[in-house]
């Protein structure tokens, strides 16, 4: 158990639907990332917040948003959503992401289906 | 922008045979590296991370990886695989990307499948 917490474990909603992530970090992490893992595309980073700030943006859909909240958890807001992103979603979090020696730990993911 | 290869997509190996999965990176300045590991419907958990001194670093469950600088690689090893190290492992690279940020690059992982 990394300390990462998420919910739901699984979803399963229709195409053109929106729906909402959930993250909380570690305890002490100050950092939340948001990854994307299909069988195609593989395990692709999304977004990054610190201290509920946006710090980094990956390969994030427009239709996709997230915030991070005073008390630190995260939610991954994806909307308008299509057959393609049905993935799981994985959040990790972080202590020091200035800092190189900085390291991410998972949580369990949250499976998405769309039909 | 750093990029993270992964050579092997998918290995299989019999019980008690020695792994090697091979991690390359493209990067010019310093790096911390980092094997994670997925079992099958789980998530990742953190097999080992390089930091900086000893090349050769220990990680949980008999794992070890070694970084070689002047290749650009940090391949992993066991040297005798278990039926139960059945799992997808991914090699990351955390590097400076500005503004104060590092970046975590993920390789597309390599299959695992060791056969009883």
């Known amino acids: 158990d990394s300390g990462v917490t998420q919910t739901p474990k699984h979803l399963i909603t229709a195409t053109g639907q929106r729906v909402t992530l959930r993250c909380s970090p570690r305890?002490?992490?100050?950092?939340v990332y948001w990854y994307q893992q299909s069988l195609d595309q593989g395990l692709q980073f999304l977004i990054q917040?610190?201290?509920?700030?946006?710090?980094a943006k990956g390969n994030i859909l427009e239709r996709f948003s997230a915030q991070q909240f005073p008390d630190l958890h995260s939610e991954l807001n994806l909307s308008s959503l299509e057959l393609g992103d049905s993935a799981l979603y994985f959040c990790a979090s972080s202590f020091e992401p200035g800092h190189r020696t900085d390291t991410q730990y998972f949580g369990p993911g949250t499976r998405l289906t769309v039909l | 922008a750093q990029s993270v290869s992964q050579h092997n997509h998918h290995v299989i190996l019999s019980e008690a045979a020695s792994l090697e999965l091979g991690c390359n990176y493209s990067y010019g300045g310093t790096v911390n590296l980092f094997w994670y590991v997925q079992y099958p419907g789980q998530h990742l958990q953190l097999l080992l991370k390089?930091?900086?001194?000893?090349?050769l670093v220990k990680g949980i469950k008999g794992f070890e990886a070694e970084f070689i600088k002047s290749k650009f690689s940090f391949n992993l090893r066991k040297p005798s695989v278990q039926w139960s190290d059945t799992a997808e492992y991914f090699c990351?690279?955390?590097?400076?990307?500005?503004?104060?940020?590092?970046?975590?690059?993920f390789g597309k992982g390599t299959k695992l499948s060791v056969i009883p």
């Open positions: 990351a690279v955390n590097a400076y990307s500005g503004a104060g940020s590092y970046q975590l690059t």
């Open positions: 917040y610190y201290n509920g700030e946006e710090r």
């Open positions: 305890s002490g992490d100050l950092s």
């Open positions: 390089y930091f900086s001194g000893d090349p």
